[in-house]
């Protein structure tokens, strides 16, 4: 399996994506998004989905260059539609201007819908700690994507409904990225690949009933991911639906219903400008001083160590920085395929 | 047991407070409320903790009449001192200033520093739902009250830090009002009393072991409560974190240290108005469409119903309002010594 450096993997994805008339703009946001999946660790939402997103071109599920549209305004709000263009550009966009909003208002309100999926959240909440806010981000699957139950039921009615939020601390901040189902799909998927039974409460068969046999989601009629809670679950439905609500109501895209007429994302981000309040100096101190407090404990037994949200995948992306992005003999074929006319060419090879 | 009516279990605490030097429209906010959380069935942070807060102010650790200081503000947030007078009050207060700028400026918040517990969160935020806004609060223990371990911790550091968000529907509305741990303190209580071992998940002994004896929580050195989510718990801590932080270091008081001096709670109120975004109206349809369709599924084996957030609290307020409220006779022996010189009389008894 090649390693190969984000520069280079971002380069191959810009290209492939701009010879598919993407403009290069566009191009170069959606590539860097999916490189920094890669470095974060999550290669389920890396280059991988290149090819993916190639023919979704093709097939015209994503619109490349499609304006997003301002459709809604006020000094603190804005509702945009993205008309089914890239979800990170159109996610991007919205962070940028709700960390505008709350520069001038002291916290904003951006919704969108009309936006194909957008990766990974933790990206875009990360645009406002670097400008010392805090920035939220709501996400639903367009009212459509079922795959989730509520609590005490047999039928998948949300999507994974997840989300993010990014906490500035004077050095890296905090970042939260978390599905408010029990886990994402891919978890469950990792678990079927490598043959091994799910950890309990994760999720349920076509009948309600649990299960630790990660096959059941996939098979026909397919079984569905629990809410977060285990047994307290109902804390997790309940997250489920006010990120429902907030991603699907607020953009005008419709929460989950029978209705959607088509996949992808709506969302809200929320930005937060600690100057009106604490001040930021003040608020991230107060921030870092509370990962000194958690970090102090005495570890549980079997535990390693403490980690805060975010950690694990800025010590990955520092990692793969150094030593390159691992990426599959198959998934290399495939991007040294589109990288024509350029000789193929790795960065280095490791077992 | 008798059954005594909301009015004069209100009137009781209302008078009683008064009585002990608490100005009458602060007797009746905190009385209503007491009220109101026996109405909701929450009996734990209802009228039995009048004699408690009947001592706390002839101990001074709670101030009636205490000025609400507005001591930071702009059009869209404002910063408030609560003295340490009743939590009630102050967070009464916050939501009422929240809405009123959210009135003007689409997105608010109110962070409130120096103030006691202020009960059952679902309250507050019902205020924006009646409004026809988005609620939501983030509440920590003012630095202090740990009782909850970080994810791979044997030591408490972080509070059950709880959010709250009302969602209005056009009908009653959707409200959400969660511990980011497992379960609050009170559960655990419950299960120690009826002398059960509590579900797995929630409890860990003084070392981090993982147990389900209820009694670990109250022996010295004692346990500690886990996070939310079971084997996947890192996103209760993830969410305990963020609540920390919104409460905490937003209003000033300072997230969880070794360093809190006094109990009590920090909070920060957010209100949405979703004229800004998608209306007012098209906003609670959207809600009220998602209520519909999760009640649509399918039961899952041993669940009677499909119930949203606030459905439980606000059907026990309906039936506690025809028959009366449940007051356990020591209490109610209590409340009518505070009831002098009236003579004692209950609304009705029942066995």
Redesign the interface.
């Known amino acids: 399996m090649p390693f190969v450096s984000a520069e280079e993997l971002t380069e191959i994805a810009e290209n492939a994506l701009a010879a598919h008339g993407v403009p290069v703009d566009e191009a170069r946001v959606v590539a860097r998004s999916l490189v920094a999946s890669n470095l974060a660790g999550h290669d389920s939402h890396g280059v991988m989905r290149l090819p993916q997103y190639l023919e979704a071109i093709r097939a015209e599920s994503v619109v490349p260059g499609a304006p997003i549209e301002v459709i809604?305004e006020?000094?603190?709000?804005a509702?945009l539609d993205a008309h089914w263009g890239f979800g990170q550009v159109a996610a991007t966009r919205a962070a940028e201007i709700a960390v505008a909003k709350a520069e001038a208002?002291?916290?904003?309100?951006v919704?969108v819908h009309n936006s194909t999926h957008i990766g990974r959240l933790g990206e875009y909440v990360e645009i406002a700690a670097a400008r010392g806010m805090?920035g939220m981000l709501f996400v639903n699957g367009h009212g459509g994507a079922h795959n989730t139950?509520?609590?005490?039921?047999?039928?998948?009615?949300?999507c994974t409904n997840p989300l993010a939020?990014a906490?500035p601390t004077g050095d890296a901040p905090?970042v939260?990225d978390?599905s408010t189902s029990?886990?994402a799909e891919g978890k469950v998927r990792t678990y079927r690949i490598q043959g091994k039974p799910v950890?309990?409460?994760w999720i349920?068969d076509s009948?309600?009933?649990p299960t630790r046999d990660p096959n059941v989601l996939y098979q026909q009629p397919p079984g569905s991911l629990l809410p977060?809670?285990?047994?307290?679950g109902?804390?997790?439905?309940?997250?489920g639906?006010?990120v429902?609500?907030?991603a699907?109501?607020?953009?005008?895209a419709?929460?989950?219903?029978?209705d959607a007429r088509r996949g992808g994302n709506a969302f809200?981000f929320?930005a937060?400008d600690?100057r009106?309040?604490?001040g930021r100096d003040?608020?991230a101190a107060?921030?870092a001083?509370?990962i000194s407090?958690?970090?102090?404990?005495?570890?549980?037994?079997g535990?390693?160590?403490?980690?805060?949200?975010g950690e694990v995948e800025r010590r990955e992306a520092e990692r793969r920085q150094k030593e390159g992005i691992p990426v599959p003999d198959e998934v290399w074929e495939q991007l040294t395929r589109l990288r024509s006319p350029a000789p193929t060419q790795t960065s280095g090879t490791r077992a």
Chains 1, 2 share one sequence.
């Open positions: 809604r006020t000094p603190s709000t509702v208002c002291s916290l904003a309100g919704a805090v139950v509520p609590w005490g039921g047999a039928d998948a009615r949300l939020c906490i905090i939260i978390i029990a886990v950890p309990e409460g349920v009948d309600g009933n977060l809670g285990g047994n307290v109902y804390k997790g439905f309940a997250l639906l006010m429902d609500v907030l699907g109501a607020l953009s005008g419709g929460c989950s219903s029978p809200t929320l937060i600690p009106a309040f604490c003040e608020f107060f921030a001083s509370l407090w958690v970090k102090s404990a005495r570890l549980a037994p535990a390693r160590e403490i980690l805060v949200p």
